[in-house]
């Protein structure tokens, strides 16, 4: 299977199963007579219209500080946890001023799928379970994937990541619910899937930008990183390379979360 193959099965998310979700409910505190109750932070369920997508939200310029890259297990776990730790900061700040819920994703790096299966019931290479809440980067497949190219990984990892904000933000949920209601296979269920991934390619994008120059990323790796999204296979559920690599550019170039609206784009950029 050639790079350009098998850079696309990282696209492959537990959407499959999201009906799964687990939405978490933050119960409100009580009333206190005579004082003004702070809205809890919530999710919103939607799509185009979601808070997340409507305020021209930016990522912070942020300084992510990463170990040698090598690629023994512990060495890549080390890698990929100071990655986590990167998105982790640069996103708390937009999910938080939305009054969404940010929640910490856990990384699992063994080959085991979770509550969440790749749309032809096999075993992804990377992905976001929401139902687990948990980002999954199987060693070896994630190696194999990337030809082990660093800023390749990053790009992944920073893919899946996307899914986690869909997830806080409430949009997973809202596609999955869709997409359950059109069918998996149909054509309106595939567009959903497409719309989904190519803005968790646009997310990943808005990272690369983040990073770019700073700490261990520099601007040429960060650049490689998002450019690399173009070698997308283009799969029916995932888009063509050329969307794949156009909505990663959109992300890097612009660094704003209303630019990634897929969900109010034409057919032909989402196909």
């Known amino acids: 299977m050639s790079l350009a193959d098998r850079l696309v099965l990282f696209g492959v998310v537990g959407f499959a ?42 990522l912070a310029p942020t300084t992510c500080d990463l170990p040698k890259f090598g690629r023994a297990a512990d060495q890549l776990r080390a890698y990929l946890e100071a ?39 096999g075993t992804p290479v990377a992905f976001y379970c929401g139902a687990d809440n948990e980002l999954h980067m199987p060693l070896q497949t994630v190696l194999d994937g990337t030809d082990g190219v660093p800023a390749v990984i990053l790009g992944v990892m920073a893919h899946e990541y996307g899914h986690h904000v869909q997830d806080m933000s409430g949009i997973l949920l809202a596609e999955s619910r869709r997409e359950a209601s059109a069918g998996r296979d149909t054509p ?77 784009a034409a057919q032909g950029d989402v196909s």
């Open 17 to 58: 199963l999201a009906i799964l979700l687990v939405v978490r409910v933050i119960a409100p505190t009580d009333a206190i007579a005579g004082t003004a109750q702070a809205e809890p932070p919530r999710q919103v369920v939607a799509l185009a219209t979601n808070p997340l997508l409507t305020y021209p939200a930016s």
């Open 83 to 121: 990655e986590l730790t990167c998105l982790d900061a640069a996103w708390k700040p937009v999910v938080t001023a939305l009054n969404m819920p940010f929640q910490l994703t856990k990384l699992t790096m063994d080959n085991s799928s979770g509550s969440c299966k790749s749309r032809d019931d």
């Open 188 to 264: 309106a269920g595939l567009e959903l899937s497409r719309r989904l991934e190519l803005q968790a390619n646009c997310f990943a994008g808005m990272f690369l930008a983040s990073v770019a120059g700073r700490g261990s990323v520099s601007r040429s790796m960060a650049g490689d990183g998002a450019a690399a999204f173009a070698d997308g296979g283009g799969e029916k559920d995932h888009g063509t390379a050329q969307n794949q690599g156009r909505w990663a550019e959109v992300g890097y170039q612009q660094n704003k979360t209303a630019a990634c609206n897929t969900w109010s």
